[in-house]
């Protein structure tokens, strides 16, 4: 009686796979044979080489200079209250000083940056609020659905689309970071451009045509917003908008938790700032508007230079260096048994059913 494999493969509906060496699995493949020695020169090369790397990479980090200043608590100006909690009750501004000394100079170029912790920019609803075609200049008075609900606010009784809108741009970081000499004579001169990537600045952000509050008039602001968009940077139309670059930094949203975004250049065209900025006591000076403390935020502020491969981070070099330690003693210890231990490889080949287990 006929299985019915064999009726299948009668009539012509065989699943047999074609007869040839790709489907049949007959090809020719090679596979290695780990032994003593492809093994332990390995994990001398990667140790060797990992090292001295991990302590390159460690020595460019030293080479930053940075100093953190957290002002999450910062205490008002002649008032005993935090401004966290100032701000709470009011929309009036709260301005705070922290006094901090450099104790090196910070020479060649020094950037300012504003630190954030405990917020996660990388929520994937927090990513997506935006509408990447608003920002290249191409206002529709129907934002994306993505926005929501950001998309529309209120404004002397009429319900307009926001520009920009969505969570991110919602949220965009407001506080005002100026540093003072101790004295109070002078402020450290600061430049607000140059601070943004040239891809996002020339590529993904664009202002309509024509003059921006005529262009934006159908519009209205963020509702956590105290300017409008064209107002962001009234003094420099190229730096206003759309393409005003404090926005665009805050809005290439952070991976991790805890971050830094670049805030301001220091300005080393100005005298006394030519090489740098000199060792010696200053004046944080904190417009505080930002509110964090609802979700055990912290915010802080950072002075730091950089280095051939960027700011200060020991941990990649780090990195190299317990990998290549690590592979170093497994090469070792790896050695020391073979030495020991080992068999030839003729014999580890040429194993057989009857070769005895000594």
């Known amino acids: 009686m006929a299985t019915p494999s064999d009726t299948s493969e009668h009539n012509g509906q065989s699943r047999r796979p074609a007869e040839s060496a790709f489907k049949q ?73 922290l006094e901090f000394n450099l104790t090196e100079d910070y020479k060649k170029d020094v950037f300012f940056y504003y630190g954030l912790g405990n917020y996660y920019q990388n929520h994937r609803r927090y990513v997506k609020s935006r509408d990447d075609n608003q920002l290249l200049g ?11 609900p950001f998309a529309y606010a209120e404004e002397d009784g009429k319900v307009k689309p926001v520009a920009p809108c969505g969570a991110i741009a919602n949220s965009l970081f407001n506080d005002t970071l100026e540093v003072k000499s101790a004295d109070g004579q002078f402020s450290v001169p600061v430049l607000n451009t140059g601070i943004a990537w040239t891809s996002d600045r020339e590529i993904k952000f664009r202002n309509p045509a024509g003059d921006l509050k005529i262009a934006f008039a159908n519009f209205t602001k963020p509702s956590n917003w105290r300017k409008h968009v064209w107002e962001l940077d ?80 020991p941990f990649l070099g780090v990195a190299y260096v317990v990998v290549g330690t690590m592979c170093l003693l497994l090469g070792i210890v790896l050695l020391v048994i073979h030495v020991k231990c080992s068999k030839s490889t003729t014999e580890m080949i040429n194993v057989n059913p009857r070769t005895p287990y000594s």
């Not at 990992?50 to 953190?68: A, Q």
């Not at 191409?138 to 929501?148: H, V």
């Not at 979700?295 to 700011?311: A, E, R």
Request: with cysteine; glycine share 6%.
């Open 234 to 313: 009234p003094t420099n139309k190229e730096n206003n908008g759309f393409q005003n670059e404090d926005l665009i930094v805050w809005m290439r949203t952070a991976a991790l938790p805890s971050f830094r975004k670049l805030y301001r250049r220091v300005n080393h065209e100005m005298d006394g700032f030519r090489d740098g900025l000199v060792k010696g006591s200053y004046i944080l000076v904190v417009n505080y508007s930002y509110p964090v403390i609802d979700f055990d935020g912290k915010k802080s502020f950072v002075i730091s230079t950089t280095s051939l491969l960027g700011g200060k981070n």
């Open 138 to 148: 191409r206002l529709s008075l129907n934002p994306s659905t993505d926005c929501e």
């Open 25 to 97: 699995q007959r090809l020719p493949a090679w596979q290695p044979i780990l032994t003593a020695g492809t093994v332990l020169p390995t994990f001398f090369v990667i140790g060797i080489a990992f090292i001295p790397v991990g302590i390159g990479l460690l020595y460019f980090s030293d080479e930053v200079k940075e100093h953190v200043i957290d002002y999450t608590h910062c205490m008002k100006e002649n008032d005993n209250i935090t401004c966290a909690s100032f701000i709470k009750h009011t929309l009036e501004p709260c301005i705070c000083r």
